[in-house]
């Protein structure tokens, strides 16, 4: 009986302090739906994962990662964890197809993007962008989308299913204007179909990482969803992905350009998505959650110092 008396009460109590389990382990003030200005959604699914499966480990990872972060953001001077960010519980699965589970998250999301909330997804395989670029795109009729993606996702079909992560890019593409950024890789049809229309592209290799994002950014309409796949990024940084493929961009190539798409664009929503925890050392599941951190800040400011 002796032991019982010395439990914690419930609720908040200093002398028994317990991590909120949310993204930057922020405390109810700064992580309760009313409180914030951004909701991430984890989706722990990689139903589709052709290769190497293991993303629906990534959603998870990236919570535990944030706990290190510095709520202060000292290039934007901002304290992020005033923002408020509210982490929801995982969309679960839908096992009868991409099809299906892109419809799921359509109709998870449509409840916070018609709250205001800028919402943030932790996937999780690429397929999911298709049911976030939908619902965004009913509140922004004028959305485009930015996909930086080491690979171009461009196939009409791949394996039987037209939902999943090798479409992503083609599904949204029929949604809005999309641009791509960091692809070096991609099939014949993809190839031929990025010219047929005209779709801009920054392919990454040696010819032209050094010229300027303005081209890319300036194809982008006011509202803009960004895209992440996080084999964009070198694997040298970042081999914790399904699929990677070497001479991606470097940690500041990345951020700077969303950096430049926040100073003269909306950011209304994003994901980050392919992180497979298992495949790579734990600083892939930091730098994923300082991605999503960064993200969260563009998307709530406008890429520059607040002071
Ligand atoms: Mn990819």
């Not at 589709?48 to 709520?71: K, N, V, W």
């Not at 300082?290 to 406008?302: D, E, I, P, Q, T």
Request: aromatic share 8%.
């Amino acid at each position: 009986m002796d032991q019982v008396s010395i439990l914690p009460e419930a609720g908040p109590n200093p002398a028994f302090p317990l991590i909120p389990h949310n993204f930057l382990a922020l405390p109810q003030e700064h992580s309760s739906k009313e409180a914030s200005q951004a909701v991430l959604i984890p989706v722990p699914y990689d139903s589709t994962t052709s290769f190497r499966s293991g993303s629906r480990e990534g959603p998870e990872a990236m919570i535990t990662a944030s706990y290190g972060l510095e709520d202060y953001d000292f290039e934007l001077e901002l304290d992020v964890s005033e923002i408020g960010i509210h982490t929801t519980g995982a969309i679960e699965p839908h096992m009868a197809g991409p099809g299906p589970m892109t419809e799921r998250i359509r109709g998870v999301l449509a409840e916070y993007i018609a709250e205001g909330k800028i919402v943030g997804l932790l996937g999780g395989e690429h397929s999911i962008t298709i049911g976030s670029v939908q619902a965004h795109k009913k509140a922004h009729p004028n959305l485009s989308v930015l996909y930086l993606d080491a690979h171009a996702d461009m196939r009409d079909e791949y394996m039987g299913t037209q939902f999943g992560h090798a479409s992503a890019a083609r599904r949204a593409y029929e949604s809005c204007p999309i641009a791509l950024a960091g692809v070096r890789s991609m099939c014949k049809e993809e190839h031929d179909f990025i010219r047929e229309n005209n779709i801009p592209v920054w392919y990454w290799n040696p010819n032209s990482y050094e010229s300027s994002p303005e081209s890319i950014i300036g194809s982008l309409s006011d509202a803009v969803y960004v895209s992440v796949d996080l084999d964009v990024l070198d694997p040298a940084l970042m081999s914790a992905v399904g699929t990677p493929e070497p001479g991606g961009m470097d940690w500041h190539q990345l951020v700077s350009l969303l950096a430049k798409v926040a100073e003269s664009r909306r950011i209304v929503g994003f994901d980050v998505c392919e992180l497979a925890p298992a495949d790579g050392p734990p600083a892939c599941s930091y730098t994923a959650a300082k991605l999503v951190y960064k993200l969260v800040a563009y998307a709530c400011s406008n890429g520059k110092p607040t002071s």
